[in-house]
Structures are given as C-alpha cells and as structure tokens.
C-alpha cells in the first residue's frame, strides 16, 4: 500500500504565498512522476503543476510564473510553491504520484492525496 499525505494549505489574502507538501510512503520502489491538481467548488479537477522523476516541469498556464513544483526523490516526496495568489486559486489540492513502482519491481499504480484546502481571499 501506497499512502500520500499533504500538507500546508490554509487561508491567505491576496498576493500571498503558500507551500503545499506532499511525501509518499510505504511499499516504493520508485515513483515516475509526481504532481499537484486542484478541483474548486462546480469545476473539474485540473493540473496545477508536474515533476518527472528526472526534473522536467509542466505547468497550468494560469499558473505559470507564479508557482514552482519541485521534488526531492529521496523523500518521496513534491513540492508546490505558490506565490501571487489569487482568488481564483482557491482550490482543493491534491498530490498524485503516477506510476508508482514497488520493491519487487513487478507491480505499480497511480495514487492520490486525500487533498487540502487553500482559500484565497480578495
């Protein structure tokens, strides 16, 4: 069993910054790619940001500019930095780790986040 626990959402103004968490644990071996979508309250959940496992990026371009994902593979574990945030921004967000490969190099799966709150205020 894979686990992904976040952490570091909350409620900030305007123009304020975040850092979300996230670190995996349990049964790894390696991990392709990790990244970090949001769903807000009517709306589809959406990609925010995504790190291979080799340090290439992909960003939202609603996002681009303001926030920064990076990882650290030792730890199993993402980073989002986000920086100038807006309203719009307000979000459930969720940590994903896709293809999640086990110690005995013969199973992997795509795993979630159970998700954290960021509440953007105008």
């Known amino acids: 069993q894979v686990q992904l626990v976040e952490s570091g959402g909350g409620l900030v103004q305007a123009g304020g910054s975040l850092r979300l968490s996230c670190a995996a644990s349990?049964?790894?071996?390696?991990?392709?790619?990790m990244g970090w979508y949001r769903q807000a309250p009517g709306k589809q959940r959406e990609l925010v940001a995504v790190?291979?496992?080799?340090?290439?990026?992909n960003y939202a371009d609603s996002v681009k500019g303001r926030f920064t994902i990076s990882r650290d593979n030792a730890k199993n574990a993402v980073y989002l930095q986000m920086n100038s945030l807006k309203p719009e921004d307000t979000a459930v967000y969720y940590c994903?780790?896709?293809?999640?490969?086990?110690?005995?190099?013969?199973?992997?799966?795509?795993?979630w986040g159970q998700g954290t709150q960021v509440t953007v205020s105008s």
């Open positions: 994903n780790a896709e293809r999640v490969v086990d110690p005995t190099l013969t199973r992997w799966g795509d795993y």
């Open positions: 349990g049964r790894i071996f390696s991990i392709d790619a």
């Open positions: 790190i291979t496992k080799g340090g290439s990026t």
